[in-house]
C-alpha cells in the first residue's frame, strides 16, 4: 500500500516541504532509508543522516534547519517522534484491518459472534463461546468451550485459549499464547506415585491485557487465576494457577511465578524473575532482573538478587563480592604478620 506525502501530512497535521506526490511503501530508520521508505528524524545525534539518507520522506521538526543538502522530501510536524509513532499505529490498524470469515473454519452453532469478526483459516470456535465486536482471530486458533470475548480483540495465529476462560475488552493475546491449561497440580500418593488433582476454575482477563508471544496462565484448581486490567505481560512468561496479578503491573520475558502468588498494582518486573508460591507482593514494587522471590514484598519496596534482598543493599553488597579476592588477601597478609611476631 503506497502513500504520499500529501496524504501523510494530512494524518499527521503537519506540512509538506519537497514534493507532495512523493510515495512511500515501506518504513525505515534513516540511516538505512532507501528509495520508497519513510523514516523520522528525532534525535539530533542523527542530524548527520539526513544529509545521506535515501529515504523518500522523512519526517522532522517544524524548526529543523537544514545546513547542508538534502534529497529527501520532509513533512514538518511539532513532534518527529510522537508523530512517527502515531502513523505506526495508523499504519498497523491498517496492516491489521483484516474482515470475514476464511475457510475452512470452525463455529459452533451454539456460538455467539458479535459485529465485525475476523476469524482467519483453520481457526476453531468451540459451544457456547461468545465473542463481542471488533474482534480479530487469526488463523490456527482455538477458541474453547464457554469462553467468553469481549470488544476489540485481537487473538494471533496460533493462540490456544481453553474452556471457561474469560477476556475482557480490548486484549491483545499473541501467538503462541496458552490460557487455561491445567495448572501443576499433583498429589504423590503412599507408592511414591503422583496423582492428579483436577484443575476445575478458570483464567479471566480484565479490560486492556497485553500477552506476549508463548506465555502460558494455568486455569485455577478452585476460583480463577485473575489477570486485573491493564496488566502488561512480555513473552514466554509462566503463570500458574490462582496467581492474582494486579492493575497496571508490567512483566517481562521468561519470568515465572508460582501457585497462589499475589502481586500488586503498578508493579514492575524485569525478566527472568522466579516467585515462589503462596507469597503476597505489595503495589509499586520494583523487581530487578533475574531475582528470586521466596517471601513477602510490602509496598514500594525495590529488590535484587537471589534470594532477593533491598536494592541499596544488594548494590553494597554486590562491591564487597567483587573485591572478595583483594580482601582476603589483605586478611592472608595480616595473618602472615601476626604468624611471624
Avoid at 501530512?9 to 510515495?23: P, S
Avoid at 471488533?134 to 468451550?145: A, E, T
Avoid at 491449561?181 to 484443575?199: L, R, T, V, Y
Wanted: a negative charge.
Amino acid at each position: 500500500m503506497k502513500f504520499t506525502a500529501t496524504q501523510i501530512a494530512g494524518i499527521l497535521e503537519g506540512d509538506v516541504d519537497g514534493d507532495g506526490a512523493t510515495e512511500v511503501s515501506k518504513l525505515a530508520k534513516i540511516e538505512e532509508g532507501l528509495p520508497g521508505s519513510l523514516t523520522f528524524l528525532a534525535n539530533p545525534r542523527y542530524t548527520s543522516y539526513i544529509y545521506t539518507t535515501k529515504a523518500s520522506i522523512t519526517i522532522v521538526n517544524k524548526d529543523f534547519n537544514p545546513e547542508q543538502a538534502y534529497t529527501t522530501t520532509l513533512i514538518r510536524v511539532d513532534d518527529a517522534y510522537k508523530s512517527f509513532s502515531k502513523l505506526l499505529e495508523y499504519y498497523n490498524q491498517v496492516k491489521m484491518n483484516k474482515t470475514g470469515i476464511e475457510q475452512p473454519s470452525f463455529i459452533s452453532e451454539t456460538a455467539i459472534t458479535g459485529e465485525n469478526l475476523y476469524l482467519g483459516a483453520f481457526a476453531y470456535i468451540g459451544d457456547n463461546v461468545t465473542i463481542g465486536n471488533n474482534v480479530k482471530i487469526y488463523p490456527h486458533s482455538y477458541i474453547g468451550d464457554n469462553v467468553t470475548i469481549g470488544n476489540n480483540c485481537v487473538i494471533f495465529a496460533g493462540a490456544k485459549i481453553y474452556s471457561e476462560s474469560e477476556i475482557g475488552n480490548s486484549c491483545v493475546i499473541n501467538s503462541g499464547v496458552i490460557l487455561g491449561a491445567d495448572g501443576f497440580g499433583f498429589s504423590p500418593n503412599d507408592n511414591g506415585e503422583f496423582a492428579k488433582i483436577p484443575q476445575t476454575g478458570n483464567v479471566i482477563l480484565e479490560d486492556h491485557v497485553d500477552v506476549g508471544a508463548g506465555t502460558t496462565i494455568d486455569r485455577a484448581t478452585l476460583g480463577s487465576t485473575i489477570i486485573r486490567q491493564g496488566v502488561k505481560l512480555d513473552n514466554q512468561i509462566q503463570i500458574a494457577h490462582n496467581v492474582e496479578i494486579g492493575r497496571n503491573t508490567a512483566i517481562a520475558a521468561q519470568t515465572g511465578i508460582a501457585g497462589s502468588t499475589k502481586i500488586g498494582e503498578n508493579c514492575l518486573i524485569g525478566g527472568q524473575v522466579g516467585f515462589a508460591g503462596h507469597i503476597i507482593i505489595g503495589n509499586n514494587v520494583r523487581i530487578q532482573a533475574q531475582s528470586g522471590i521466596g517471601k513477602n514484598i510490602k509496598d514500594n519496596e525495590t529488590v535484587q538478587g537471589s534470594p532477593a534482598f533491598g536494592y541499596g543493599d544488594w548494590n553494597k553488597s554486590y562491591v564487597h563480592f567483587r573485591n572478595l579476592p583483594k580482601i582476603m588477601d589483605r586478611l592472608n597478609s595480616i595473618e602472615k604478620k601476626i604468624d611471624n611476631e
